[in-house]
């Protein structure tokens, strides 16, 4: 059963920085690709970055390439996603995604709040 455990949201000044932390349990984490999503209040949930199972080819929404990366630790079962250059439309629920780089089964977090305001 795919367990996922996002911390690290909270408020930040515009132009700060954040670290995201997702951790896994449950399941053979370095058989699944991982994602951030976020999601705004009225807005619909949007991919922000991806890593594959190994840990290569991250992919970024154009909206945050430059400013966030995305890495794992397949030693630690965890996600992260770095995140500098925050703008007020950063704010979001960030969830974390798992999806078995095979059968596509995926599971969710329940999410951190960002937000980023002054």
């Known amino acids: 059963q795919v367990q996922l455990v996002e911390s690290g949201g909270g408020l930040v000044q515009p132009g700060g920085s954040l670290r995201l932390s997702c951790a896994a349990s449950g399941f053979t984490f370095s058989w699944y690709a991982m994602s951030w999503y976020r999601q705004a209040p009225g807005k619909e949930r949007e991919l922000v970055a991806a890593?594959?199972?190994?840990?290569?080819?991250?992919n970024y929404a154009d909206s945050v390439k430059g400013r966030f990366t995305i890495s794992r630790d397949n030693f630690k079962n965890t996600v992260y996603l770095q995140m500098n250059g925050l703008k007020a439309e950063d704010t979001a629920v960030y969830l974390c995604?798992?999806?078995?780089?095979?059968?596509?089964?995926?599971?969710w977090g329940q999410g951190t709040q960002v937000t980023v305001s002054s």
């Open positions: 890593i594959t199972s190994a840990g290569g080819s991250p």
């Open positions: 995604n798992a999806r078995h780089r095979v059968t596509g089964q995926s599971g």
